[in-house]
């Protein structure tokens, strides 16, 4: 169920797309039920449908385990004619998961458990203890038996005291919930459909109602405003968090690190704070992370070292904009790393610069202040600080080729499409036009220009 507006969010964007751990909320869920291979998904959506149906079908479409389809909800008369709408679309012979497109942090060992208690046959309710369950549906028992789900506005005094909640997650068989969904009526409280009334009609029928209770909040916590999403993303991050740590990784602070996609730690990994990672991240043996950096879509070899406050922003991973750090290279501080900027093993990028869309062979150096755009640049060449490769022509972009052992001074300018020679070296202050030969030495100074009447522009 995705249909509800979500109006305390406070924002134009459909409540189910804000994003949790770099993954919208709704995308969660449907990742979850995707661990359970289910056959079928199907999302009921209303509220900004169209945008909900664009932005799940980008993600899910490449995993296609299973039928994704949507339904539309208009308008919304409660969770009952939620799921009526889907009645069409879901085969008598399966199992219904019932799940709210807002409730993240379900596992999907919670749910098998739910659908193992449902056996194929019973209605099955995951439940929860709250001390305050000011506004859930209460589960109404008699002795232990399960006979109906009341509604906070709909509850008397005395059902109000019951401190155990429907979650808003249920497993029934379709065949059953079809039946029941088609006997929900609106008189209540709130005028809606409720969902909730198919367990009177299960007690009625005879189907056994089973609750599955939990401990843990998170699991069934929903998003309705950005301080409850606040809290789950931390909630998600811890979780995060003691996975890496069980698998060894060194996090200097659990509470100091963000994962937005995937993280993937060989062994003797270490992090440290206020570190970022998206995309499709992963680190090598020995791989060290210092403070403050932002790493995304990329692949770190064993060994190397980010010093503190680097960039690296990789594009699509696979693509040709994702970045390789090869094998004891160090980076950093403050450098920056841009798509496709591919390294070999015990390359040299120190503070401020950049690299973007270019090949370092191992050992190559560039230490300080300098940028590397379209550029490939050879085994051991040692690049100079200040000095840039002028690749773009203000419509074309050219490459520059460095060979191997070359040696760039300072404050050099390589006009691409150039080539250095292999063991040459280029002058401090050099503006290179043209292709260098091997070993030589290239000195290309701008003359100092006199222009008789020139003037030095004044105020007065
Ligand atoms: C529902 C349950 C309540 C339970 C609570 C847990 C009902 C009648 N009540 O409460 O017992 O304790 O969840 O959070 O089911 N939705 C639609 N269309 C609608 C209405 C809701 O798609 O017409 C979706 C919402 O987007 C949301 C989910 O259903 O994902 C739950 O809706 P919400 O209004 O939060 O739950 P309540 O009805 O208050
Ligand atoms: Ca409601």
């Known amino acids: 169920m995705a249909a509800g507006k979500g109006t305390r969010m406070k924002s134009k964007l459909p409540k189910v797309l804000h994003q949790l751990g770099g993954r919208a909320l709704l995308q969660h869920v449907v990742d979850t039920a995707a661990l359970l291979n289910a056959r079928q998904v199907t999302v009921i959506t209303g509220h900004g449908a169209t945008e909900v149906e664009a932005a799940l079908a980008v993600n899910t479409g490449a995993a296609g385990q299973f039928d994704l389809n949507f339904v539309r909800q208009e308008p919304q008369l409660g969770t ?3 799921v009526q709408q889907a009645v069409p679309v879901l085969r008598d012979d399966g199992l219904v998961v019932v799940l709210s497109g807002d409730v993240p942090l379900t596992q999907a060992a919670t749910l098998q458990q739910l659908i193992d208690a449902s056996a194929g046959k019973q209605l099955a309710l995951l439940t929860i203890d709250f001390a305050d369950p000011t506004g859930y549906g209460r589960i109404v028992r008699e002795g232990a038996a399960v006979k109906a789900i009341v509604e906070q506005k709909d509850a008397s005094p005395a059902q109000r005291q ?6 808003g997650i249920m497993a029934v068989p379709a065949l059953q919930l079809k039946k029941w969904l088609a006997r929900l009526d609106n008189q209540n409280a709130q005028g809606e ?8 009609f299960a007690v009625a029928d005879g189907v056994p109602v089973v609750a599955h209770k939990i401990l843990d909040p998170v699991q069934v916590a929903g998003v309705n405003s950005p301080v409850q999403l606040a809290e789950l993303e931390r909630a998600y991050q811890k979780r995060i968090a003691l996975q890496l740590m069980e698998q060894g990784v060194r996090l200097a602070d659990p509470a100091r690190l963000d994962v937005r996609g995937s993280l993937s730690c060989a062994t003797d990994v270490s992090i440290d704070v206020n570190c970022v990672f998206e995309g499709q991240v992963s680190l090598g043996e020995g791989v060290k992370i210092g403070p403050n950096c932002c790493i995304k879509n990329v ?5 190397a070292v980010i010093h503190p406050f680097t960039h690296i922003e990789g594009g699509a991973p696979g693509s040709k904009d994702a970045i390789e750090v090869g094998a004891g290279s160090l980076i950093g501080p ?9 390294l070999g093993a015990e390359v040299h ?19 300080h202040l300098a940028y590397l755009g379209d550029a490939t640049v050879g085994e051991r060449v040692n690049y100079g600080a200040g000095s840039i490769t002028a690749n773009y022509d203000g419509a074309f972009k050219h490459r520059t080729v460095i060979e191997a052992d070359v040696h760039i001074g300072s404050n050099c300018v390589l006009i ?15 503006t ?9 030495l290239a000195v290309a100074r701008g003359r100092q220009v006199s222009i008789a009447n020139w003037k030095r522009p004044s105020k007065k």
Request: glycine share 14%; charged share 15%; no cysteine.
């Open 80 to 82: 009952g004619h939620a």
């Open 162 to 167: 019951i401190t155990e909640v429907y979650s």
């Open 193 to 200: 459909y409720y969902l909730t009334d198919i367990v009177k």
């Open 299 to 303: 692949s770190i070899a064993a060994g």
């Open 334 to 342: 403050f450098a920056r790393l841009r798509p496709g900027a591919r």
């Open 349 to 367: 990028i120190g503070n401020f610069v950049e690299v973007k869309n270019s090949t370092l062979a191992k050992g190559a150096k560039a230490n």
């Open 416 to 430: 691409a499409p150039v080539t250095i020679g292999a063991g040459g070296t280029v002058g401090g202050g050099s």
């Open 432 to 440: 290179i036009t043209k292709d260098t030969a091997p070993l030589t």
